[in-house]
């Protein structure tokens, strides 16, 4: 049985990133086994990756032990394990209740985007002239249907991902990429050490600041939905609070 949680590795989901884009969608479902089936998808880099497919291709790279498509029978599982190491899944049927806007910052009001990454955006928008801009149900991202009918182009938080003239998938990373939480490992717990009623139980709780500093640093950390800072432990942002 495939252990899901397994897949930590984000340079081997890098490495499956590529792939798929050097191969394309089609070379890179024969490849792994699978069929398009248009469940689910990975929205990332130049455009949306079939998650099962995809998941095949990170866990060979970073275990060497290849899976077929009845291994993982369905996509739910691997959708978990990548939302949980910050990537954007969406469904099958994200695009159909999109919102549409007459212009990108209409739009960008629906869209968590940072702010550091507007004048890169805007550089890249200012090349093409579009017809419509949609927001998915998901929120992951923009679309930007160019006048031309080419295919639509996507802008998100941290990539922006397009087609070339020739229909070739190309995309690149924006200079801010917000951080995102971390996820702290679970610890087994020991069972405590027999004692004598008259034995006196010590506290679990840290004592020295040493102690304190590293129980600290293992707990997750929140972010801000606005400006993506870290929250402190009262989970009031420091930056946007008036």
């Not at 990756?49 to 970073?62: K, P, W």
Request: proline residues 7%; glycine residues 6%.
């Amino acid at each position: 049985m495939v252990s899901y949680s397994s897949l930590t590795d984000h340079s081997a989901i890098s490495q499956a990133f590529d792939e798929f884009d050097k191969l394309g969608r089609e070379l890179f479902l024969i490849r792994y086994g699978f069929k398009e089936v248009n469940e689910s998808f990975v929205v990332a880099r130049s455009g949306r990756y079939d998650t099962r497919a995809l998941f095949a291709a990170a866990y060979e790279h970073q275990t060497g032990d290849a899976l077929s498509a009845r291994q993982i029978s369905g996509f739910a599982a691997a959708a978990t394990q990548f939302t949980a190491l910050g990537y954007v899944v969406v469904g099958a049927n994200d695009q159909k209740d999109r919102q549409r806007f007459t212009s990108f910052d209409a739009a960008l009001s629906h869209v968590r985007i940072p702010v550091e990454n507007l004048p890169a955006i805007r550089e890249f928008l200012a090349r093409g002239i579009y017809a419509e801009y949609y927001v998915p149900a998901s929120g992951a991202y923009i679309g930007l249907k160019p006048r031309s009918g080419k295919p639509p182009h996507f802008v998100a938080a941290g990539y922006i991902a397009h087609r070339e003239e020739d229909g070739r998938a190309r995309g690149f990373d924006l200079p801010y990429k917000p951080a995102l939480p971390r996820f702290a490992p679970s610890k087994p717990i020991r069972p405590a050490a027999s004692s004598s009623p008259s034995t006196r139980v010590k506290s679990n709780k840290p004592s020295t600041p040493q102690q304190r500093a590293a129980a600290a640093a293992e707990r997750p950390v929140a972010y801000c939905d606005t400006c993506f800072l870290a929250l402190p432990a009262t989970g009031v942002c420091p930056n946007c609070d008036d």
